[in-house]
């Protein structure tokens, strides 16, 4: 039986492929496949690709952007560059950022990779660029996101605005308030505490503003947020226990163990994690009825493995 020789090359390229993905190759490898291989090759080589390759192979990969390829290679290794936190393509990004393609998967990228490496460079352009009239919802969070990385005052003051127009999208608004909080924005602050305490705002900006808080005012905040863990919104009351768990206090425990005491099966869990994490001795009573008593299984079962490591300790 004749089998085309067509087949035959694609099952070897597959091949090569699975063994890229279960068990990596040397970096002669990655090389041939950017100055040898299809655009199809490029892609589905470097799709998955999560760690630096090193000065050698980013060097190669930047040049691509300097041929003709698939708007898809560009966009797979704009993502690499993001995941990876390839500083050396810092330029390229700035670059790609300041062409603004028209395809939105490629922009949401190029912005990931702003964020991820931190281009402080960009905070112009992506103030400037915003109020585009033809950027959807995703773009717009995307960019809000970046600032919240990237920002610098007048990003604060922007980002304000977003929170303050009420006729805004609510998933703008929340994306603001995130951002603000990672620029650990004292002037929100304010804002941020009210639009947490006002149960008539949507559950998405109260759940944003329990972290941004957590962020921006730390230790302090801890008295407010305690107040939410049992919040009639399932959620707010999650992301409350989540952000009393990033302050990382052991000022936290009292409230954690009020939190164990729950309706809500994840806040009770979220409780436990937090519980381990700042080594919270005086919650092994209540451990132990959660080990034992639990309605839910995950919870006992979690509850029995940190109360075991404390004990332990």
């Known amino acids: ?51 630096d390759l090193g000065d050698e192979i980013n060097k190669e990969l930047i040049g691509l952007f300097k041929e003709k390829h698939k708007m898809e290679v560009y966009n797979v290794i704009m993502d690499y560059f993001g995941t990876a936190k390839i500083e ?18 490629y922009q949401d990228s190029i912005l990931y990779a702003v964020t991820a490496i931190k281009i402080k460079e960009a905070n112009q352009f992506l103030l400037d660029l915003f109020d585009k009239k033809d950027l959807s919802i995703r773009i717009k969070r995307s960019i809000i996101k970046a600032l919240g990385e990237v920002g610098d005052h007048e990003s604060g003051d922007f980002l304000l605005k977003i929170v303050n127009d009420i006729y805004k999208e609510k998933e703008l608004r929340a994306e603001a308030i995130l951002a603000l909080g990672n620029l650990k924005s004292k002037k929100a602050e304010s804002l941020i505490e009210k639009t947490l305490k006002n149960k008539y705002e949507p559950d998405i900006l109260r759940m944003y503003s329990a972290i941004a808080l957590a962020k921006i005012a730390g230790k302090e905040a801890i008295d407010t947020l305690s107040d939410y863990i049992n919040d009639p919104s399932h959620e707010v009351a999650e ?17 954690l163990i009020k939190a164990l005491r729950s309706d809500y099966d994840k806040v009770r869990y979220l409780a436990i994690k937090g519980i381990e994490k700042i080594k919270y001795a005086d919650a092994i009573d209540i451990l132990e009825f959660r080990a034992d008593y639990d309605t839910n299984d995950k919870i006992r079962a979690e509850a029995r493995r940190v109360l075991d490591l404390l004990k332990s300790d």
């Open 1 to 51: 039986m004749r089998v085309n020789s067509r087949y035959i090359l694609a099952f070897i390229i597959f091949c090569k492929l699975l063994a890229t993905s279960l068990y990596g190759v040397d970096n002669d490898y990655y090389k041939k496949v950017i100055q040898y291989g299809t655009d199809r090759e490029i892609i589905n080589t470097f799709r998955k690709v999560y760690k």
């Open 88 to 105: 050396s393509a810092r330029e390229i990004i700035l670059d790609e950022l300041k062409k603004w393609p028209d395809n939105e998967d």
């Open 239 to 255: 992301y409350a226990i989540s952000a009393l768990i990033e302050i990382e206090s052991p000022e936290i425990g009292e409230y």
